[in-house]
């Protein structure tokens, strides 16, 4: 089975190349399912119920987010609606939403998990090894397990992946919008990597207009960071599963452009 796992999508200009891309990347690959971060998937900040319905309409099987879910009240409702739609596991009791979906493509089954990071990420979450532990304990959970752990630090993500090694087939980091170059299988064979990186304009600072990022670096007030124009790219990592053992065969890093 062939999963890809794409970068944070930012924008409408991101979700338009996505769109752009993906239908015929699949068909090319024979790709089984696709996840996708599309928590900056609306114009300005966050994400809306137009830009998730967009993503899945474009071929994304399953959405996860990150620190801005919330940032749309228009998205809540939807987000407690939605089946493959997910945000992070560990945010505080009672929020919108769940963090973890199963999703069945009829002749196997796959689950996705979301976590959110602790450090450098301005609010303190539950603990995201301990909330691994018990979503893990799920009754019927397939063997095929991935992991969108959306953090800072590049350690955080490491030590994840390292303490989540045979018990899950993938962890892949999402956030920077900086794609990493430590794709690898880990020694108990699940795939992991750092940072996806993004889906979104290629000229820009983490998808935003230089200018505006470089205004707020020089002056310290705030600016409303708009999104980039020009060409984009797509960021992802495919992975080829042993769907009878649930383990990693292989990774590759794909960058569309």
């Not at 769109?19 to 090319?28: E, G, I, M, T, Y």
């Not at 971060?37 to 996860?64: C, R, W």
């Amino acid at each position: 089975m062939l999963i890809l796992c794409i970068g944070d999508v930012v924008g409408g200009r991101g979700a338009a190349f996505l769109r752009s891309r993906l239908p015929a990347f699949k068909r090319l690959k024979a790709i089984d399912a696709v996840i996708a971060n599309g928590e900056n998937a609306a114009d300005g900040n966050g994400i809306t119920p137009h830009a998730a319905d967009y993503l899945l309409q474009s071929g994304v099987d399953v959405i996860t987010l990150g620190n801005h879910t919330f940032r749309r009240r228009e998205f809540y409702d939807y987000l407690d609606e939605a089946e493959t739609v997910i945000r992070p596991a560990n945010f505080p009791p009672g929020a919108p939403g769940k963090g973890l979906c199963v999703l069945d493509l009829g002749r196997t089954r796959l689950a996705v998990i979301n976590l959110i990071g602790n450090v450098y990420m301005g609010d303190a979450y539950d603990c995201p090894f301990r909330t691994l532990d018990a979503l893990l304990q799920t009754p019927g959970l397939p063997k095929t397990v991935l992991v969108d752990f959306h953090a800072e630090a590049t350690g955080e993500k490491r030590a994840l992946g390292f303490y989540a090694d045979g018990r899950v087939t993938a962890v892949f980091g999402t956030h920077t919008h900086v794609p990493t170059a430590d794709e690898c299988l880990l020694p108990n064979g699940t795939a992991y990597i750092s940072d996806l990186g993004m889906t979104g304009p290629i000229q820009s600072v983490l998808g935003v207009k230089p200018e505006l990022a470089i205004q707020k670096q020089l002056l310290k007030m705030p600016v409303r960071f708009n999104f980039a124009d020009g060409d984009c790219k797509l960021d992802a990592l495919l992975i080829d599963v042993n769907e009878s053992t649930g383990k990693a065969r292989s990774v590759e890093r794909v960058s569309l452009q």
